[in-house]
């Protein structure tokens, strides 16, 4: 009964984390090495001027605040992802071993105590260097461009399945014996680096089951574009990990209630085995839209999670076992119960074969407008239709438009068009990466009242910062230092950093045509219709006025 409750609050709480570390994070693009060709001779680099007072500061508190949020975000993943290499069948029967020498060789229970706190701060301190050393090897720009970098994304793609197979049980990571063993050597010495070294083992033996999880907590973390990000995640897995050590030194007899160790620890590994497998999906989904592929669409990511999240379910039930599994010759009322959600989300993402919406999923889906068989009627209940304009918009056959919208993808066309209807002009700084961009898109756009907003009041222009589809050779350019602008993301991600001094998405700019200065302050993704309308509204009165 505990260690099914243990499992399903493990699971729980990691679909909740890795939801929270995508969903908070802004997405930002590094934008090194590239310089803006103008598309209008109005459009100059230089801060955000809302009504002739530049609004620099506002810009920057508010990449504070989302940096702010990402880092807790990252801290909590890293806090779920220890608790679950806690439970893990390389760690948790070291538990009582680990805890049981301390109290053994040491005369007093204080002894005891500070040899495990010495042997925690060891293990932190073990993590949150590794954390350290991804930063310095990859550095602020690398880790802010990996989340729209196709070639990453993919490998990461490639890593996560890696990871999930391990997981299921095809194989197992390990690092050479000969580190394990000098370790273990050094760790007999004793004293301060004794214990420090005997935390170095326990990492290196447990990496089979550790590894994994960090792969997977480290990449989250560097693709959110947080410098700190891959410490923080690890100082929080690190914590999750040391704290137990710590506290059954100090109460030793807590180790009789912990439950033994067997067969279901093997059952939380494959678990995870399946989660790893469905989050490596998006990865690739990224990889597919930053390049315009087009085969991996809204219907093949839905289908193969529903496949993914079915076999999961039918593996707690007991119907699908792997050959390093124990029998089971009945399951506990817990894992029934956990094993009724995950087919009961399986059975929610089936009618998004025929595209409905799926809110609380859309962040990490596919845009809706990918998908082939649509069976919904965009905009329906708003009464009103798109505009519809003669000549094509450019880029229009690049671009997925969001369902019921039709956006112009051009800076320049965009302004062209605003001044010809008399209307503002709505920018919204995407990415192709962006989780909360489709979030926005799928939940809020389709409020009837921002939808009829943003299609009567506003002319929208969409600007991807990610895409790779390289400009025509009369756009491309050479900076005075030698670097050069060749894609269409380069070319909006500049405009976003020096016009209007932010890098994250989705960033949104209501913008007058004829002056090209925003009629309010920018913002970022505000998922409540009301406020959001508000601050549509707030911009038209002013363009009004």
């Known amino acids: 009964m505990k260690y099914t409750l243990l499992l399903l609050f493990l699971l729980l709480a990691t679909i909740c984390i890795f939801r929270c570390i995508n969903v908070q994070a802004q997405d930002t693009v590094s934008t090194a090495g590239i310089e803006f060709t103008p598309v209008a001779k109005p459009v100059a680099v230089k801060p955000v001027v809302v009504h002739g007072k530049q609004k620099e500061k506002p810009a920057k508190a508010t990449n504070k ?26 760690i948790f029967p070291m538990l009582p071993l680990t805890v049981s020498f301390f109290t053994k060789s040491a005369e007093k229970k204080g002894s005891a105590v500070g ?25 602020a720009d690398a880790l802010n461009s990996l989340s729209t970098n196709g070639v990453f994304n993919f490998c990461f793609f490639l890593l996560i399945v890696a990871f999930a197979a391990s997981f299921l049980g095809a194989f197992e990571i390990t690092l050479p014996s000969s580190w394990v063993n000098k370790m273990d050597q050094n760790s007999d ?35 959110t574009g947080a410098l700190l990000g891959p410490a923080i ?53 990224n990889v597919d839209l930053a390049y ?3 085969w991996f669409d809204r219907e093949l990511f839905l289908s193969l999670w529903i496949v993914i999240f079915a076999l999961m379910g039918f593996y707690l039930l007991g119907k699908l076992k792997f050959g390093h599994d124990s029998d089971l010759p009945f399951i506990s009322v817990p894992r029934l119960f956990l094993a009724v959600v995950i087919l009961s989300f399986t059975t929610y993402m089936v009618p998004g074969l025929w595209g409905a919406p ?45 369902k019921g919208f039709d956006p112009y993808f051009d800076y320049g066309e965009a302004i062209t068009y605003a001044k010809k209807v008399h209307k503002p002009v ?45 400009l025509a050779a009369a756009e491309q350019t050479t900076t005075p230092e030698g670097r050069k602008i060749q894609t ?36 970022g993704a505000d998922f409540d219709p009301g406020s959001y309308l508000n601050y549509l509204d707030t911009g038209l009165k002013a363009y009004q006025k």
């Not at 596919?366 to 965009?378: A, E, H, K, M």
């Open 115 to 139: 040899k495990a706190i010495i042997y925690g701060i060891s293990i932190i301190a073990i993590y949150v260097i590794m954390g350290l050393l991804v930063t310095i090897s990859f550095g």
């Open 358 to 402: 799926l809110k609380s999923i859309s962040a990490f889906l596919p845009p809706l407008s990918t998908q082939d068989f649509d069976l919904s009627n965009p905009g329906a209940g708003v009464g009103i239709a798109v505009n519809a304009n003669i000549k094509p918009h450019k880029y229009a056959d690049l671009f997925d438009k969001p």
């Open 65 to 90: 605040q989302e940096t702010k949020q990402t880092l807790w975000a990252i801290f909590l993943a890293g806090l779920a992802g220890g608790f679950a290499a806690l439970l893990m069948p390389c």
């Open 426 to 470: 709505m920018i919204d700084f995407t990415g192709h990466a962006c989780v909360n961009c489709r979030k926005m898109e799928a939940n809020v756009w389709p409020d009837k009242q921002v939808y009829a907003r943003i299609t009567q009041d506003y002319v929208l222009v969409q600007l991807y910062v990610d895409d790779k589809t390289d």
């Open 488 to 523: 269409i993301g380069n070319k909006w991600s500049y405009l976003q950093t020096s016009k209007f001094i932010a890098n994250s998405q989705p960033f949104y700019v209501l913008l007058d045509p004829d002056t090209q200065e925003p009629l309010v302050a920018p913002q």
């Open 233 to 285: 995640g690890m100082l929080g897995f690190s914590l999750s990990l040391a704290i137990p050590f710590v506290l059954f030194a100090l109460f030793p007899g807590w180790l009789k209630s912990l439950p033994k160790s067997g067969g279901w620890l093997n059952s939380i590994k494959v678990t995870l085995g399946f989660l790893e497998l469905a989050l490596s999906l998006k990865f690739l989904s």
């Open 189 to 223: 010495k004793g004293g301060l680096m004794g214990l420090f070294f005997m935390a170095a083992t326990l990492a290196l033996v447990s990496f089979s089951c550790t590894g994994p999880i960090i792969g997977t907590l480290l990449v989250q973390a560097a693709t």
């Open 292 to 294: 315009h592929w087009h």
